[in-house]
Protein backbone atom coordinates (compact mmCIF):
# COMPACT_ATOMS: atom_id res chain seq x y z
CA UNK A 1 0.00 0.00 0.00
CA UNK A 2 2.00 3.51 -0.67
CA UNK A 3 1.60 5.83 1.27
CA UNK A 4 -0.79 8.66 0.97
CA UNK A 5 -0.06 12.14 -0.09
CA UNK A 6 -0.22 14.61 2.07
CA UNK A 7 -1.50 18.35 2.58
CA UNK A 8 -0.93 20.43 5.53
CA UNK A 9 -2.08 23.56 6.78
CA UNK A 10 -2.88 25.12 9.79
CA UNK A 11 -6.85 25.42 8.72
CA UNK A 12 -9.18 23.08 7.16
CA UNK A 13 -12.64 23.38 6.77
CA UNK A 14 -14.70 20.75 5.81
CA UNK A 15 -17.61 22.59 3.88
CA UNK A 16 -18.24 25.89 2.23
CA UNK A 17 -21.12 26.73 2.96
CA UNK A 18 -21.78 30.68 4.89
CA UNK A 19 -20.84 29.39 8.06
CA UNK A 20 -17.11 27.77 6.91
CA UNK A 21 -16.47 30.52 3.85
CA UNK A 22 -17.38 33.00 6.66
CA UNK A 23 -15.04 31.31 9.52
CA UNK A 24 -11.96 31.30 6.13
CA UNK A 25 -12.51 34.99 5.59
CA UNK A 26 -12.26 35.66 8.78
CA UNK A 27 -9.76 33.91 10.22
CA UNK A 28 -7.58 35.62 7.23
CA UNK A 29 -9.33 39.36 8.07
CA UNK A 30 -7.38 38.40 11.72
CA UNK A 31 -4.26 36.77 10.74
CA UNK A 32 -3.46 36.77 7.11
CA UNK A 33 -0.57 34.20 7.35
CA UNK A 34 -2.85 31.65 8.38
CA UNK A 35 -2.91 29.08 5.61
CA UNK A 36 -6.14 28.34 5.43
CA UNK A 37 -8.33 26.04 2.94
CA UNK A 38 -11.99 25.09 2.50
CA UNK A 39 -12.81 21.57 0.63
CA UNK A 40 -16.25 21.37 -0.99
CA UNK A 41 -17.88 18.11 -1.93
CA UNK A 42 -19.82 19.43 -4.63
CA UNK A 43 -18.41 20.35 -8.13
CA UNK A 44 -18.64 24.13 -7.98
CA UNK A 45 -18.92 26.04 -4.82
CA UNK A 46 -22.58 26.59 -4.41
CA UNK A 47 -23.74 23.86 -6.21
CA UNK A 48 -24.95 21.51 -3.45
CA UNK A 49 -26.50 24.68 -1.08
CA UNK A 50 -30.03 24.80 -0.31
CA UNK A 51 -31.81 27.06 1.42
CA UNK A 52 -35.33 29.57 2.06
CA UNK A 53 -33.34 32.47 2.08
CA UNK A 54 -33.74 35.42 3.64
CA UNK A 55 -31.23 36.40 5.64
CA UNK A 56 -30.28 39.19 8.55
CA UNK A 57 -27.63 41.15 7.27
CA UNK A 58 -26.07 42.00 10.29
CA UNK A 59 -23.54 39.37 10.43
CA UNK A 60 -22.40 39.70 6.72
CA UNK A 61 -21.87 43.59 7.28
CA UNK A 62 -19.99 43.19 10.57
CA UNK A 63 -17.92 40.51 8.49
CA UNK A 64 -17.93 42.30 4.86
CA UNK A 65 -18.94 45.82 5.64
CA UNK A 66 -18.91 47.20 2.10
CA UNK A 67 -20.90 44.09 0.67
CA UNK A 68 -24.29 45.93 0.12
CA UNK A 69 -22.31 47.63 -3.10
CA UNK A 70 -21.50 44.61 -4.56
CA UNK A 71 -24.45 42.43 -3.65
CA UNK A 72 -24.49 38.79 -4.16
CA UNK A 73 -26.28 38.07 -8.13
CA UNK A 74 -29.72 37.11 -6.51
CA UNK A 75 -30.61 39.68 -3.79
CA UNK A 76 -33.89 41.34 -3.58
CA UNK A 77 -35.06 43.40 -0.32
CA UNK A 78 -37.33 41.73 1.61
CA UNK A 79 -40.83 43.56 1.03
CA UNK A 80 -44.16 42.89 2.97
CA UNK A 81 -44.67 39.32 4.94
CA UNK A 82 -48.25 37.24 4.80
CA UNK A 83 -48.61 34.25 7.12
CA UNK A 84 -51.50 32.22 6.28
CA UNK A 85 -53.60 29.27 7.91
CA UNK A 86 -54.61 27.33 4.55
CA UNK A 87 -57.67 25.04 4.69
CA UNK A 88 -57.79 22.55 1.71
CA UNK A 89 -60.15 25.15 -0.21
CA UNK A 90 -58.91 28.72 1.08
CA UNK A 91 -57.08 30.53 3.63
CA UNK A 92 -57.44 33.24 6.89
CA UNK A 93 -54.67 35.66 6.68
CA UNK A 94 -52.73 35.60 10.28
CA UNK A 95 -50.80 38.18 12.65
CA UNK A 96 -47.17 37.87 11.13
CA UNK A 97 -45.55 36.54 14.53
CA UNK A 98 -43.02 38.68 15.59
CA UNK A 99 -39.79 36.60 14.78
CA UNK A 100 -41.12 36.38 11.27
CA UNK A 101 -41.02 39.93 10.35
CA UNK A 102 -38.42 40.53 7.71
CA UNK A 103 -38.27 44.48 7.29
CA UNK A 104 -34.56 45.43 6.43
CA UNK A 105 -33.79 41.37 5.41
CA UNK A 106 -32.83 40.14 2.07
CA UNK A 107 -34.07 37.22 0.07
CA UNK A 108 -31.09 35.52 -1.62
CA UNK A 109 -30.19 32.61 -3.37
CA UNK A 110 -27.87 31.28 -0.89
CA UNK A 111 -26.20 29.02 -3.40
CA UNK A 112 -25.35 31.96 -5.82
CA UNK A 113 -24.22 33.77 -2.38
CA UNK A 114 -21.52 31.02 -1.22
CA UNK A 115 -20.10 31.20 -5.11
CA UNK A 116 -19.85 35.13 -4.62
CA UNK A 117 -18.36 34.72 -1.26
CA UNK A 118 -15.94 31.87 -2.23
CA UNK A 119 -13.73 34.01 -4.98
CA UNK A 120 -13.80 36.90 -1.82
CA UNK A 121 -12.07 34.11 0.37
CA UNK A 122 -9.40 33.33 -2.10
CA UNK A 123 -8.29 37.00 -2.70
CA UNK A 124 -7.70 36.53 0.80
CA UNK A 125 -5.32 33.86 0.03
CA UNK A 126 -7.88 30.72 1.58
CA UNK A 127 -7.61 27.97 -1.01
CA UNK A 128 -10.79 26.84 -1.96
CA UNK A 129 -10.85 23.20 -3.92
CA UNK A 130 -14.90 22.31 -4.93
CA UNK A 131 -14.97 18.62 -5.53
CA UNK A 132 -12.87 17.63 -2.95
CA UNK A 133 -15.40 15.20 -0.41
CA UNK A 134 -13.83 14.35 2.76
CA UNK A 135 -14.54 10.59 3.43
CA UNK A 136 -12.91 10.61 7.12
CA UNK A 137 -11.84 11.92 10.08
CA UNK A 138 -7.71 11.72 10.85
CA UNK A 139 -6.54 11.61 14.13
CA UNK A 140 -3.13 11.91 15.66
CA UNK A 141 -1.51 9.54 18.14
CA UNK A 142 -2.80 11.45 21.21
CA UNK A 143 -6.66 11.03 19.75
CA UNK A 144 -7.24 14.99 18.77
CA UNK A 145 -8.10 15.29 15.19
CA UNK A 146 -5.44 15.39 12.68
CA UNK A 147 -7.18 16.57 9.53
CA UNK A 148 -9.12 14.91 7.05
CA UNK A 149 -8.92 11.95 4.22
CA UNK A 150 -10.49 13.01 0.86
CA UNK A 151 -12.11 10.12 -0.58
CA UNK A 152 -10.47 8.09 -3.70
CA UNK A 153 -11.92 8.74 -6.89
CA UNK A 154 -12.16 6.21 -10.04
CA UNK A 155 -13.35 3.10 -7.64
CA UNK A 156 -15.59 0.62 -9.51
CA UNK A 157 -18.85 -0.33 -7.58
CA UNK A 158 -17.34 -3.84 -7.17
CA UNK A 159 -14.57 -1.80 -5.20
CA UNK A 160 -12.02 -2.69 -7.92
CA UNK A 161 -10.24 0.36 -9.17
CA UNK A 162 -11.05 1.96 -12.59
CA UNK A 163 -8.32 3.22 -15.38
CA UNK A 164 -8.61 6.66 -13.83
CA UNK A 165 -8.05 5.93 -10.22
CA UNK A 166 -6.38 8.30 -7.95
CA UNK A 167 -5.94 7.87 -4.30
CA UNK A 168 -7.29 10.47 -1.96
CA UNK A 169 -4.89 12.81 -0.21
CA UNK A 170 -4.68 13.29 3.24
CA UNK A 171 -5.03 16.81 4.41
CA UNK A 172 -3.73 17.59 7.97
CA UNK A 173 -4.25 20.97 9.64
CA UNK A 174 -3.59 22.04 13.73
CA UNK A 175 -7.76 22.21 13.42
CA UNK A 176 -9.88 20.96 11.44
CA UNK A 177 -13.24 23.20 11.26
CA UNK A 178 -16.32 20.96 10.76
CA UNK A 179 -19.24 23.38 8.61
CA UNK A 180 -20.91 20.66 6.95
CA UNK A 181 -24.31 21.83 7.10
CA UNK A 182 -27.19 19.56 8.63
CA UNK A 183 -26.46 16.21 9.68
CA UNK A 184 -22.47 16.45 8.66
CA UNK A 185 -21.23 12.94 7.65
CA UNK A 186 -17.86 13.51 9.44
CA UNK A 187 -19.22 15.80 12.33
CA UNK A 188 -21.92 12.61 13.05
CA UNK A 189 -18.61 10.15 14.27
CA UNK A 190 -17.00 12.52 15.85
CA UNK A 191 -20.16 13.34 18.14
CA UNK A 192 -19.79 9.43 18.48
CA UNK A 193 -16.37 9.10 18.93
CA UNK A 194 -16.02 11.87 21.68
CA UNK A 195 -19.36 11.84 23.28
CA UNK A 196 -20.47 15.39 22.35
CA UNK A 197 -23.92 14.82 22.38
CA UNK A 198 -23.91 13.55 26.04
CA UNK A 199 -25.33 16.20 27.64
CA UNK A 200 -27.47 17.13 25.08
CA UNK A 201 -30.62 16.00 23.88
CA UNK A 202 -30.96 14.23 20.58
CA UNK A 203 -30.81 16.86 17.37
CA UNK A 204 -33.78 17.08 15.46
CA UNK A 205 -34.66 17.24 11.86
CA UNK A 206 -36.89 18.62 9.18
CA UNK A 207 -36.62 18.09 5.18
CA UNK A 208 -37.58 21.61 3.42
CA UNK A 209 -38.52 20.67 -0.46
CA UNK A 210 -37.62 23.37 -2.72
CA UNK A 211 -37.95 24.99 -6.58
CA UNK A 212 -37.48 27.77 -8.05
CA UNK A 213 -39.93 28.74 -10.48
CA UNK A 214 -39.95 31.63 -13.85
CA UNK A 215 -43.55 32.91 -14.09
CA UNK A 216 -45.20 34.94 -16.77
CA UNK A 217 -44.04 38.88 -16.42
CA UNK A 218 -46.18 40.80 -14.27
CA UNK A 219 -47.29 38.06 -11.78
CA UNK A 220 -44.14 38.55 -9.24
CA UNK A 221 -44.19 41.32 -6.34
CA UNK A 222 -40.03 41.07 -5.99
CA UNK A 223 -39.56 41.01 -2.17
CA UNK A 224 -42.85 39.81 -1.00
CA UNK A 225 -42.86 37.01 1.50
CA UNK A 226 -45.74 34.83 2.00
CA UNK A 227 -45.66 31.59 4.80
CA UNK A 228 -48.63 29.21 5.72
CA UNK A 229 -49.59 26.14 7.64
CA UNK A 230 -52.08 24.17 7.95
CA UNK A 231 -53.45 21.98 5.01
CA UNK A 232 -51.63 19.76 3.43
CA UNK A 233 -50.92 18.78 6.71
CA UNK A 234 -53.05 17.21 9.38
CA UNK A 235 -52.61 19.01 12.96
CA UNK A 236 -50.01 16.30 14.35
CA UNK A 237 -47.73 16.76 11.44
CA UNK A 238 -45.16 19.88 11.57
CA UNK A 239 -45.17 21.48 8.39
CA UNK A 240 -45.68 24.98 6.52
CA UNK A 241 -44.19 26.43 3.56
CA UNK A 242 -42.47 29.78 1.82
CA UNK A 243 -43.03 31.47 -0.92
CA UNK A 244 -40.46 34.42 -1.80
CA UNK A 245 -40.80 36.37 -4.88
CA UNK A 246 -37.19 37.29 -6.56
CA UNK A 247 -36.40 39.44 -9.51
CA UNK A 248 -36.52 38.54 -13.23
CA UNK A 249 -40.26 37.22 -12.41
CA UNK A 250 -38.46 34.69 -10.35
CA UNK A 251 -39.96 33.30 -7.25
CA UNK A 252 -38.75 30.61 -4.53
CA UNK A 253 -41.00 28.35 -2.87
CA UNK A 254 -40.87 25.22 -0.66
CA UNK A 255 -42.70 23.00 2.13
CA UNK A 256 -41.20 21.66 5.48
CA UNK A 257 -41.77 18.98 7.35
CA UNK A 258 -41.26 18.59 10.60
CA UNK A 259 -39.02 14.52 10.56
CA UNK A 260 -40.62 13.68 13.76
CA UNK A 261 -44.20 13.31 11.82
CA UNK A 262 -45.26 9.58 13.99
CA UNK A 263 -47.52 8.87 10.05
CA UNK A 264 -45.96 5.78 8.32
CA UNK A 265 -47.78 6.84 5.11
CA UNK A 266 -46.55 10.53 5.06
CA UNK A 267 -44.48 11.86 1.93
CA UNK A 268 -43.05 14.96 2.58
CA UNK A 269 -42.63 15.47 -1.11
CA UNK A 270 -46.13 14.43 -1.98
CA UNK A 271 -47.23 17.34 0.82
CA UNK A 272 -45.34 20.06 -1.37
CA UNK A 273 -46.75 19.19 -4.39
CA UNK A 274 -50.14 19.08 -2.75
CA UNK A 275 -49.65 22.85 -1.17
CA UNK A 276 -48.54 24.28 -4.86
CA UNK A 277 -52.33 23.08 -6.19
CA UNK A 278 -53.52 24.84 -3.49
CA UNK A 279 -56.00 27.58 -4.66
CA UNK A 280 -53.87 30.52 -3.75
CA UNK A 281 -51.16 29.50 -5.20
CA UNK A 282 -51.99 27.39 -8.77
CA UNK A 283 -53.10 30.51 -10.31
CA UNK A 284 -50.21 32.60 -9.86
CA UNK A 285 -47.56 29.00 -10.70
CA UNK A 286 -49.64 27.82 -13.86
CA UNK A 287 -47.64 28.49 -17.13
CA UNK A 288 -44.47 29.12 -15.23
CA UNK A 289 -41.65 26.39 -15.61
CA UNK A 290 -39.20 25.19 -12.87
CA UNK A 291 -35.75 26.87 -13.19
CA UNK A 292 -34.48 24.48 -10.29
CA UNK A 293 -35.63 22.27 -7.69
CA UNK A 294 -33.86 19.92 -4.71
CA UNK A 295 -34.07 19.06 -1.41
CA UNK A 296 -32.07 19.33 2.35
CA UNK A 297 -32.53 18.35 6.02
CA UNK A 298 -32.53 21.29 7.97
CA UNK A 299 -31.35 20.88 11.93
CA UNK A 300 -34.70 22.11 14.22
CA UNK A 301 -33.47 21.14 17.69
CA UNK A 302 -32.35 23.98 19.07
CA UNK A 303 -31.00 25.11 22.04
CA UNK A 304 -31.35 21.80 23.98
CA UNK A 305 -29.93 19.63 21.26
CA UNK A 306 -26.55 21.82 20.54
CA UNK A 307 -23.84 19.23 21.45
CA UNK A 308 -20.81 20.24 22.97
CA UNK A 309 -18.72 22.28 19.64
CA UNK A 310 -14.93 21.90 20.36
CA UNK A 311 -13.01 18.31 20.69
CA UNK A 312 -9.38 18.31 20.87
CA UNK A 313 -7.97 19.71 17.54
CA UNK A 314 -11.11 20.11 15.89
CA UNK A 315 -14.91 22.66 16.28
CA UNK A 316 -18.87 22.84 14.82
CA UNK A 317 -19.77 25.73 13.40
CA UNK A 318 -23.10 26.26 11.73
CA UNK A 319 -25.86 24.04 10.73
CA UNK A 320 -23.39 20.90 12.00
CA UNK A 321 -23.33 22.55 15.46
CA UNK A 322 -27.57 22.76 15.30
CA UNK A 323 -27.98 26.96 15.36
CA UNK A 324 -30.69 27.22 13.30
CA UNK A 325 -33.33 29.49 14.63
CA UNK A 326 -36.64 27.78 13.64
CA UNK A 327 -39.82 30.08 14.77
CA UNK A 328 -37.46 32.77 12.58
CA UNK A 329 -37.22 29.83 9.67
CA UNK A 330 -33.77 30.96 9.39
CA UNK A 331 -30.31 29.91 10.09
CA UNK A 332 -27.61 31.78 7.27
CA UNK A 333 -26.92 34.90 10.08
CA UNK A 334 -26.47 32.25 12.62
CA UNK A 335 -23.98 30.15 10.64
CA UNK A 336 -21.83 33.47 9.79
CA UNK A 337 -21.66 34.83 13.09
CA UNK A 338 -20.54 31.37 14.56
CA UNK A 339 -18.14 30.95 11.63
CA UNK A 340 -16.80 34.76 12.34
CA UNK A 341 -16.63 34.06 16.14
CA UNK A 342 -14.49 30.42 15.62
CA UNK A 343 -12.01 32.36 13.68
CA UNK A 344 -12.13 35.13 16.57
CA UNK A 345 -11.43 32.52 18.81
CA UNK A 346 -8.77 30.61 17.30
CA UNK A 347 -6.94 33.90 16.19
CA UNK A 348 -6.60 34.99 19.49
CA UNK A 349 -5.95 31.76 20.88
CA UNK A 350 -3.02 30.37 19.02
CA UNK A 351 -5.31 28.21 17.03
CA UNK A 352 -6.45 25.87 20.32
CA UNK A 353 -9.91 25.19 19.45
CA UNK A 354 -10.21 24.93 23.67
CA UNK A 355 -12.88 27.13 25.38
CA UNK A 356 -14.80 27.69 22.00
CA UNK A 357 -17.89 25.45 23.35
CA UNK A 358 -18.01 28.03 26.24
CA UNK A 359 -17.25 30.96 24.14
CA UNK A 360 -20.18 30.05 21.68
CA UNK A 361 -22.48 29.10 24.46
CA UNK A 362 -21.95 32.72 25.95
CA UNK A 363 -22.80 34.53 22.94
CA UNK A 364 -25.59 36.04 20.82
CA UNK A 365 -26.20 33.00 18.62
CA UNK A 366 -26.88 30.94 21.75
CA UNK A 367 -29.05 33.19 23.19
CA UNK A 368 -31.44 33.81 20.34
CA UNK A 369 -31.40 30.34 20.41
CA UNK A 370 -32.47 29.94 24.15
CA UNK A 371 -35.15 32.16 23.87
CA UNK A 372 -36.98 30.03 21.10
CA UNK A 373 -35.94 26.78 22.77
CA UNK A 374 -39.66 25.89 23.65
CA UNK A 375 -41.11 26.61 20.35
CA UNK A 376 -40.97 23.45 18.03
CA UNK A 377 -41.23 20.63 20.53
CA UNK A 378 -44.37 22.12 22.17
CA UNK A 379 -45.88 20.92 18.47
CA UNK A 380 -45.21 17.58 19.04
CA UNK A 381 -48.52 17.72 21.05
CA UNK A 382 -50.82 19.11 18.01
CA UNK A 383 -51.34 22.00 16.06
CA UNK A 384 -53.30 24.26 18.66
CA UNK A 385 -51.20 23.66 21.12
CA UNK A 386 -47.79 24.33 20.14
CA UNK A 387 -49.72 27.93 18.74
CA UNK A 388 -50.78 28.44 22.08
CA UNK A 389 -47.23 27.60 23.59
CA UNK A 390 -45.55 29.92 20.63
CA UNK A 391 -47.40 32.76 21.35
CA UNK A 392 -46.61 32.40 24.93
CA UNK A 393 -43.30 32.00 24.79
CA UNK A 394 -42.83 34.99 22.19
CA UNK A 395 -44.82 37.15 24.47
CA UNK A 396 -42.68 35.88 27.81
CA UNK A 397 -39.50 36.55 25.79
CA UNK A 398 -38.61 32.70 26.33
CA UNK A 399 -38.30 33.17 30.17
CA UNK A 400 -40.21 30.07 31.09
CA UNK A 401 -38.81 28.00 34.08
CA UNK A 402 -38.90 24.72 31.91
CA UNK A 403 -37.64 23.49 28.81
CA UNK A 404 -39.19 20.72 26.67
CA UNK A 405 -37.44 17.54 25.65
CA UNK A 406 -36.33 16.70 21.88
CA UNK A 407 -36.39 13.18 20.97
CA UNK A 408 -34.88 11.12 17.56
CA UNK A 409 -37.28 11.99 14.91
CA UNK A 410 -36.95 7.99 14.25
CA UNK A 411 -38.50 7.03 17.22
CA UNK A 412 -41.62 9.11 16.45
CA UNK A 413 -43.05 7.03 13.60
CA UNK A 414 -45.96 4.61 14.93
CA UNK A 415 -46.33 1.11 12.88
CA UNK A 416 -49.26 0.50 10.94
CA UNK A 417 -52.48 -0.81 12.21
CA UNK A 418 -51.10 1.05 16.14
CA UNK A 419 -52.43 4.47 14.86
CA UNK A 420 -55.16 6.00 13.56
CA UNK A 421 -54.24 7.15 10.14
CA UNK A 422 -54.94 10.79 9.36
CA UNK A 423 -57.76 11.89 6.43
CA UNK A 424 -55.62 12.82 3.70
CA UNK A 425 -58.02 15.50 2.14
CA UNK A 426 -55.63 16.17 -0.93
CA UNK A 427 -56.47 17.40 -4.16
CA UNK A 428 -55.94 16.45 -7.82
CA UNK A 429 -52.52 17.85 -8.78
CA UNK A 430 -51.95 20.07 -12.42
CA UNK A 431 -48.81 21.09 -11.82
CA UNK A 432 -45.22 19.89 -13.00
CA UNK A 433 -43.51 17.55 -12.13
CA UNK A 434 -45.37 14.86 -12.08
CA UNK A 435 -43.55 12.28 -9.76
CA UNK A 436 -40.13 12.21 -7.85
CA UNK A 437 -38.34 11.11 -10.68
CA UNK A 438 -39.36 14.06 -13.07
CA UNK A 439 -38.22 16.15 -9.67
CA UNK A 440 -35.06 14.79 -9.67
CA UNK A 441 -34.48 16.09 -13.41
CA UNK A 442 -34.65 19.50 -11.83
CA UNK A 443 -31.81 19.20 -9.52
CA UNK A 444 -29.37 17.85 -11.97
CA UNK A 445 -27.89 15.60 -9.79
CA UNK A 446 -24.76 13.22 -11.16
CA UNK A 447 -22.88 10.36 -10.26
CA UNK A 448 -21.20 8.04 -12.11
CA UNK A 449 -23.07 4.66 -11.91
CA UNK A 450 -20.08 2.64 -11.47
CA UNK A 451 -19.09 3.73 -8.50
CA UNK A 452 -19.58 1.98 -4.66
CA UNK A 453 -23.17 2.64 -3.46
CA UNK A 454 -22.52 5.70 -0.90
CA UNK A 455 -25.90 4.41 1.09
CA UNK A 456 -24.95 2.06 3.18
CA UNK A 457 -28.00 -0.15 5.21
CA UNK A 458 -26.66 -2.28 7.36
CA UNK A 459 -28.88 -5.20 7.69
CA UNK A 460 -31.40 -5.17 3.87
CA UNK A 461 -32.85 -8.33 5.19
CA UNK A 462 -34.87 -6.08 7.61
CA UNK A 463 -35.98 -4.21 4.67
CA UNK A 464 -37.60 -7.08 3.05
CA UNK A 465 -39.14 -8.81 6.43
CA UNK A 466 -39.54 -6.67 9.67
CA UNK A 467 -39.56 -3.34 7.68
CA UNK A 468 -42.34 -4.34 5.61
CA UNK A 469 -44.74 -5.92 8.12
CA UNK A 470 -44.34 -2.97 10.61
CA UNK A 471 -43.90 0.44 8.71
CA UNK A 472 -44.00 -1.03 5.37
CA UNK A 473 -41.14 0.37 3.96
CA UNK A 474 -41.30 3.82 5.07
CA UNK A 475 -37.69 4.91 3.05
CA UNK A 476 -39.87 4.36 -0.23
CA UNK A 477 -42.40 7.60 1.00
CA UNK A 478 -39.80 9.94 3.16
CA UNK A 479 -36.79 10.27 0.16
CA UNK A 480 -37.74 13.03 -1.85
CA UNK A 481 -35.79 11.36 -5.01
CA UNK A 482 -36.84 7.52 -5.18
CA UNK A 483 -34.00 6.16 -3.99
CA UNK A 484 -35.17 3.76 -1.95
CA UNK A 485 -37.72 1.23 -3.96
CA UNK A 486 -39.18 -2.42 -3.08
CA UNK A 487 -38.97 -3.99 -6.18
CA UNK A 488 -40.76 -7.63 -6.91
CA UNK A 489 -38.43 -10.57 -5.58
CA UNK A 490 -40.01 -14.09 -5.41
CA UNK A 491 -37.13 -15.46 -3.39
CA UNK A 492 -37.84 -12.52 -0.16
CA UNK A 493 -40.01 -13.75 2.44
CA UNK A 494 -42.92 -10.55 1.31
CA UNK A 495 -41.88 -11.31 -2.46
CA UNK A 496 -40.19 -7.74 -2.71
CA UNK A 497 -36.52 -6.59 -1.86
CA UNK A 498 -34.80 -3.35 -1.52
CA UNK A 499 -33.21 -1.84 -4.54
CA UNK A 500 -30.98 1.61 -4.03
CA UNK A 501 -31.03 3.75 -6.87
CA UNK A 502 -28.43 6.12 -5.41
CA UNK A 503 -27.73 7.68 -8.84
CA UNK A 504 -31.02 9.43 -8.13
CA UNK A 505 -29.55 11.02 -4.31
CA UNK A 506 -29.41 14.67 -3.94
CA UNK A 507 -27.72 14.74 -0.73
CA UNK A 508 -30.60 16.17 1.73
CA UNK A 509 -29.86 13.04 4.62
CA UNK A 510 -33.26 12.30 5.36
CA UNK A 511 -32.81 8.58 5.46
CA UNK A 512 -29.92 8.29 7.47
CA UNK A 513 -32.18 10.60 10.08
CA UNK A 514 -35.72 9.05 9.54
CA UNK A 515 -34.67 5.49 9.40
CA UNK A 516 -36.76 3.73 12.54
CA UNK A 517 -34.11 0.85 12.68
CA UNK A 518 -31.05 3.57 12.01
CA UNK A 519 -29.18 0.97 9.60
CA UNK A 520 -29.26 3.59 6.59
CA UNK A 521 -25.61 5.36 7.04
CA UNK A 522 -25.05 8.23 4.55
CA UNK A 523 -21.53 8.58 3.69
CA UNK A 524 -19.84 10.64 0.86
CA UNK A 525 -20.25 10.05 -2.73
CA UNK A 526 -17.16 10.65 -5.29
CA UNK A 527 -16.29 14.15 -5.27
CA UNK A 528 -18.14 16.36 -7.44
CA UNK A 529 -21.04 13.85 -7.58
CA UNK A 530 -24.65 15.14 -5.99
CA UNK A 531 -27.21 17.90 -7.32
CA UNK A 532 -25.97 21.10 -9.01
CA UNK A 533 -28.54 23.12 -7.93
CA UNK A 534 -29.04 27.03 -10.03
CA UNK A 535 -29.82 29.66 -7.14
CA UNK A 536 -31.60 27.24 -4.38
Known amino acids: MSERETMEYDVVVVGAGPAGL ?6 KQLKPDTSVCVIEKSSTI ?7 AVIEPQPLDALLPG ?3 NPPPVCVPAGEDEFWLLSKTGGRKMMVPPGMK ?9 GAMCAWLAPQAEALGVDVFPGFAAADNIYNEDGSVAGVRIGDMGVAKDGSHKAGYTQGIDIKAKVTVLAEGARGSLTKRLIKRYALDKDSDPQGYSIGIKELWQLPPGRVTPGKIVH ?14 FMYHLDQDRIALGYVSGLDYSDPKYQPWEAFQQWKN ?5 PLLEGGSILSAGARAIVTGGWQSLPKCEMPGALLIGDTAGLLNVPKVKGTHQAIRSGMLAAEHLAANGLDATGFDAKLRGSAAMAEL ?14 WFGMLNAAWETATGGLSPWTLKNKPDWSSLHKLGEYEEPKRD ?6 PPRDRLAGVYFAATEHDEDQPVHLHVADTDICATRCVEEYDNPCTRFCPANVYEMVADESALHGKRLQINSANCVHCKTCDIKDPYEIITWVTPEGGSGPNYQNL
Do not use: E
Open 67 to 69: WRA
Open 426 to 431: YVQRAL
Open 278 to 282: HPMNL
Open 370 to 383: RKVRNVKPAFKKGL
Open 46 to 52: GAQILSG
Open 22 to 27: SFAIRL
Open 102 to 110: NHGNFIVSL
Open 228 to 241: SFGWPADTHTYGGS
